[in-house]
């Protein structure tokens, strides 16, 4: 009996999708790679917006792709297009894709085109995206603060459009702003 049996293949994701086509494919890839699928989107100082595919490796999450770029102010509806395109670019890699490099070398910073790596650091809101059988979780949490371990976390339907997931990353975002500027936890 196969009923749980994995493809060797790797599913075929569309570029254009409705947010249903895309639920189907988020739940192909977790199938096929048989793990959450994980993505992230920094929120870099108002300015740009970068969408940075995750390459898993043995349980460590690399960014080695070039990041997706959208200039701020983007709409709700781009913006929760960029997060599910992040999600679907989720790979892993064989032990040649694998080689360590450093923080300057990290294709979110360099395409970010921040002067310094600290700049971008301390200017920066991160949300991990992660796909959870039905559930999206958004992890948004600063790159750099003086209050250890602030994060703010939302999970919501997978199913969610795209115009509501781009709303909710803008929340997750605020809410972690707000309690930086605050100093409260």
């Known amino acids: 009996m196969k009923f749980f049996a994995r493809s060797k293949t790797r599913p075929e994701v569309s570029v254009s999708r409705e947010s249903m086509n895309a639920v189907r494919e988020i739940m192909q890839l977790q199938s096929f790679y048989g793990t959450d699928i994980v993505?992230?989107?920094?929120?870099y100082g108002g300015s740009k917006i970068l969408g940075a595919p995750i390459s898993d490796f043995r349980g460590m999450?690399?960014?080695k792709s070039p990041p997706m770029v959208?200039?701020?102010?983007a709409e709700a509806d781009a913006l929760g297009r960029l997060a599910l395109d992040t999600l679907l670019?989720?790979?892993?890699l064989s032990d040649s894709g694998a080689t360590p490099r450093g923080k300057s070398d990290w294709s979110t910073y360099i395409g970010s085109?921040?002067?310094s790596l600290s700049s971008f650091e301390s200017k920066t809101i991160g949300v991990r995206l992660t796909a959870v059988a039905s559930t999206l979780r958004l992890l948004a949490y600063p790159l750099k603060s003086k209050l250890e371990g602030l994060s703010v976390t939302i999970d919501t339907s997978l199913s969610v459009s795209f115009q509501d997931l781009g709303v909710l990353l803008r929340k997750v975002v605020s809410a972690?702003?707000?309690?930086?500027q605050s100093?409260?936890?």
């Open 39 to 43: 993505g992230s989107v920094y929120f």
């Open 61 to 63: 999450w690399l960014e």
């Open 70 to 73: 959208s200039e701020e102010p």
């Open 89 to 92: 670019s989720y790979r892993t």
């Open 113 to 115: 085109g921040s002067k």
């Open 176 to 180: 972690v702003q707000s309690l930086q």
């Open 183 to 185: 100093g409260d936890v």
